[in-house]
Structure formats: structure tokens, C-alpha cells
């Protein structure tokens, strides 16, 4: 069973790491068999606001948009179809570790002339994230985040993979799993069977 531990959090006050509380569900029967970071990466990657887009002057699918990202402006080269004014990006500052788009490798961002213009930053996709396979455009974020603010507040989490045995249906859900927690102590507000760790 896939547990993010966001959701977990929703119903479990956590004030360990990942590793100790893998370790804690799985002596209570509740074995952790992965544990995937997403997010942990990203540093330097900010959310922002493109405020304007233009053509490159020397290249016809290349586009120089300007983002604000809470402590400036930069301008950056970006070649993604789907550049809109107005919209809230994942925006990485050079130093970034990424995934290459193209060959799949983690590299450190590094600023670069592009076809005569200098681009310190980027647009990033999910892909470049490192949270799916898309590369086709960039990822546009919710109007709601905040402007500046690390990406990883927002989207970053620990996924638990947890290996259910039959005899435990009561963990079939993130609720389930909150009430199986070790350790557990009864949190007033927060209703009955419901623990902190």
C-alpha cells in the first residue's frame, strides 16, 4: 500500500524521520519496504510567476520569459510550447540538481548562453523534477502558492510503500494506517484511536 506522509500527517502528529518511522510501523507488523523522496532534491527551485514572454532573437522556437520569483525577476530561455502570462511555474536558479530531459541524468544547473542570450534559471517540467515522464511543457502550479516560496512546501513528500498482510485489512487505508501507529497516544482534538509519534 502507497502511503504519503502528508496524508499521514493529516491524522498523526510525526516528529521523527522517515527512516525511524519506517522503522517503528514496521515492528508494529506494518512492514516498510521503500520509502521515495519527492522533492528532496530541490533545493533551489522556487515557485514563480511568468511576467512576460517574447521571442528569441535568434531562434524562431526558443522564448525569453521573464519570472517573478518573490526576491526579483529573472529572464530565461525557454523552448516549452505551453509559456502563459500570468501562470505560476516551478522556476530553478542556477546550482539546481535536475534531471536532464533528454539524456535522464541528475545534473547541477549551470547558467548558459543559448543561441546569443544568457539564461541563469529554468522552467522546469515534471520530468526535470523528477516527478513523472513528461517533458512535453513545463508544469504549471495552482494560483495559490505562493509566490517565492520552495516548490518542496508545496509538492515535496515521503512515499511509504508498506506491504500488507492479509490478517491486517484494518490498515487498507491512511486512516487504518494512522490507527495501527506504535507508540500511539490519544490526541483530544484530533478524535479517538488516532496516535502521535
Not at 500488507?164 to 491512511?174: H, Q, Y
Request: hydrophobic share 40%; with cysteine; charged share 25%.
Amino acid at each position: 500500500m502507497i502511503v504519503p506522509l502528508k496524508w499521514l500527517k493529516d491524522y498523526v502528529d510525526i516528529e521523527i524521520s522517515n527512516e525511524e518511522l519506517a522503522g517503528k510501523l514496521t515492528l508494529a507488523g506494518l512492514e516498510v519496504s521503500a520509502i521515495q523522496v519527492i522533492g528532496g532534491s530541490w533545493e533551489r527551485v522556487v515557485v514563480g510567476k511568468i511576467l512576460e514572454v517574447k521571442p528569441h532573437p535568434n531562434a524562431d522556437r526558443l522564448r525569453l520569459a521573464t519570472v517573478d520569483i518573490g526576491k526579483g525577476q529573472q529572464t530565461v530561455v525557454c523552448g516549452a510550447p505551453n509559456l502563459v502570462v500570468g501562470d505560476n511555474i516551478a522556476f530553478a536558479s542556477a546550482g539546481a540538481r535536475l534531471i536532464d530531459g533528454h539524456t535522464g541524468k541528475t545534473e547541477e544547473l549551470k547558467p548558459a548562453k543559448i543561441r546569443g542570450v544568457e539564461s541563469s534559471g529554468m522552467i522546469c517540467s515534471e520530468k526535470e523534477l523528477g516527478m513523472s515522464e513528461n517533458h512535453e511543457g513545463i508544469l504549471v502550479l495552482p494560483d495559490e502558492f505562493e509566490i517565492g516560496k520552495p516548490l518542496k512546501d508545496y509538492l515535496g513528500d515521503a512515499i511509504f510503500d508498506i506491504d500488507i498482510t492479509p490478517n491486517r485489512a484494518d490498515c487498507l487505508s491512511v486512516m487504518g494506517i494512522a490507527r495501527g501507529c506504535p507508540n500511539r497516544q490519544a490526541i483530544p482534538h484530533a478524535g479517538p484511536g488516532l496516535c502521535r509519534i
